[in-house]
């Protein structure tokens, strides 16, 4: 008991339990209350502050995240007491940024597994595997198969940090029972060569499974999954476009599941497209006005997208679906290889909804490939949203071009992860494209002082203010799906 996290109570076991567990004499005498317990490891959390002032900032988030893990693997009801009551100071420590940093040095910050991995190995095994996870009941599942973490590309194995900090999320927001939550790595392989030629990288060294080989392992774990607990959520994370949108179409009817990056993404970033359009003093109706440039066409871009316009398609005003018609194109998308136009060869159908036309009816003189400052010039938007994983790439030439948008409060959204991957800072919006600026960014940045002393907000757009609801809300009402409608209502209300 005294080595299992979700029973031990460490020093908290009052004489009574020692004596009925077999505890007496295998712990010290002295009986200390919760809240002494809990002071005792705020005050380690500052000493640790105090020690590292002057490290690089990487050293002090590891050093913070370490401690912060020994306490989960010590004492689960500790751990979740001090990260509900201090969320706001531990979630770039337990979620983005650092999380990514975990996951990129995991293999060796390794100490005790937490959650299931399934491996290309595991073909077969995994329906008898599931049984292997010690808890009865099993409510809310994260998993990953690491090819995509965060900005920070394919982790393979290592990604499982996501799984794990997500689940956090859903345990200090949301209240979901701790004990009922289990993180998921399902490890295919990975195309990172550096992991793999990494001595003590801990998943699969074998190139990732492809096509019908990589389904059929994800395939078996979904069943294995239903089989043992058929009401358990299954959130998808961090899987590479392809296999986000396959796997989203492939089990979304079948299995109450839904992919955060996708969907997720999507309801936080509408419910800020709707703030800016409030923010501009503006009716809410006035959204299917606004004219927004998306730079990223990956799985979250292309989610935002589909859910912004149909959320345009609903608007009051808008008295009918498909009133505006498909025609009616308020968005402008860049990839790596700049503007989206239909004359793109090989566009995947999903991106081409929202490729520019350049027909009669569009009035700026853009081309295909135009680069984001052109595209910003000429389109002088109300909104760019950054989903591209490109550190920077809204730079001092784009915010100053922003400061021509048609709007009075023009929107930034900075939002991928981890922070080295944000497209620009508050500062630099602030600074360049004025201090009416909104901005909002997936990792979290400090506010900025305006020149007149106000606050500039760093505010956060990240799906973690959305999933929980979206979890709990399918937990309790037993939806045997996770429909685009819950999406909208979380975004909307
Ligand atoms: N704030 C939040 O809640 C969320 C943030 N994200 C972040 O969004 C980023 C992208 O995620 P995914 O869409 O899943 O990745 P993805 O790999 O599917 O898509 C990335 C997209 O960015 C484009 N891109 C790459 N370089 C570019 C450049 N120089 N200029 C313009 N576009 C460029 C690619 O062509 C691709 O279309 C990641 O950094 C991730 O952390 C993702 C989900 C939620
Ligand atoms: C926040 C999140 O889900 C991501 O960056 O992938
Ligand atoms: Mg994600």
């Given at each position: ?326 025609g ?13 136009t239909k ?13 520019r036309g350049y027909g009669p009816e569009e ?131």
């Open positions: 008991i005294l080595h299992d996290p979700w029973y031990n109570k460490d020093t908290a076991f009052p004489l009574t339990e020692r004596d009925r567990l077999g505890l007496r004499g295998l712990l010290p005498p002295r009986v200390m209350s919760f809240e002494q317990q809990y002071e005792r490891f705020i005050n380690s959390y500052h000493s640790l502050e105090h020690n590292t002032q002057g490290e690089p900032d990487s050293v002090v988030s590891l050093a913070k995240w370490r401690i912060l893990n020994r306490l989960h693997d010590r004492n689960e009801t500790l751990y979740y007491r001090v990260l509900i009551d201090n969320i706001k100071d531990f979630a770039p420590i337990i979620y983005t940024p650092t999380v990514g940093l975990v996951c990129e040095n995991y293999s060796g910050l390794f100490r005790r597994p937490r959650g299931m991995y399934f491996s290309a190995k595991d073909k077969g095994e995994m329906m008898s595997m599931i049984y292997n996870w010690p808890a009865e009941k099993v409510d809310m599942i994260v998993v990953t198969d690491g090819s995509r973490i965060l900005g920070l590309g394919d982790l393979g194995v290592q990604g499982i940090g996501i799984p794990i900090g997500k689940l956090d999320v859903y345990v200090a927001a949301a209240g979901i029972n701790p004990q009922k939550v289990l993180p998921i790595m399902l490890d295919v392989g990975t195309n990172n060569e550096e992991l793999l030629e990494d001595k003590l990288y801990l998943g699969l060294r074998q190139p990732r499974l492809e096509g019908e080989e990589y389904l059929a392992v994800v395939d078996e774990f979904m069943e294995a999954v239903h089989a043992r607990w058929p009401k358990a959520i299954v959130q998808f994370e961090d899987f590479q476009m392809k296999w986000a949108f396959e796997t989203l179409q492939r089990y979304r009817s079948r299995f109450c599941m839904f992919n955060d990056d996708v969907q997720g993404t999507a309801g936080v970033a509408l419910a800020g497209l709707l703030g800016a359009v409030r923010a501009q003093g503006r009716p809410l109706a006035d959204f299917t006005k606004q004219k927004i440039v998306v730079v990223g066409a990956g799985s979250a871009g292309i989610g935002v997208l589909n859910m912004a316009k149909h959320a345009m398609l609903r608007m009051p005003g808008t008295h009918k679906i498909g009133e505006l018609g498909e009616h194109n308020q968005f402008w998308v860049l990839d790596k290889d700049g503007l989206i004359s793109r060869k090989d566009l995947d159908p999903a991106v081409a909804r929202f490729a009035v700026e003189d853009l081309h295909e490939g135009a680069s984001l400052v052109e595209v910003v010039k000429k389109v002088k938007p109300h909104v760019l949203l950054g989903l591209s994983g490109v550190g920077g790439i809204f730079n001092e030439e784009v915010l100053k071009a922003m400061k021509e948008s048609d709007s009075p409060c023009p929107a930034i959204f900075a939002m991928s992860n981890p922070t080295t991957k944000a497209e620009c800072t508050p500062e630099d919006v602030f600074k360049h494209v004025g201090e009416n600026a909104v901005f909002a960014s997936g990792s979290p940045f400090s506010n900025v002082t305006l020149s007149n002393g106000r606050k500039g907000y760093a505010n956060q757009a990240n799906n973690m203010y959305l999933f929980p609801g979206i979890g709990l809300g399918a937990l309790l009402s037993g939806a045997r799906h996770i429909s685009d409608g819950m999406l909208h209502a979380a975004a909307e209300w």
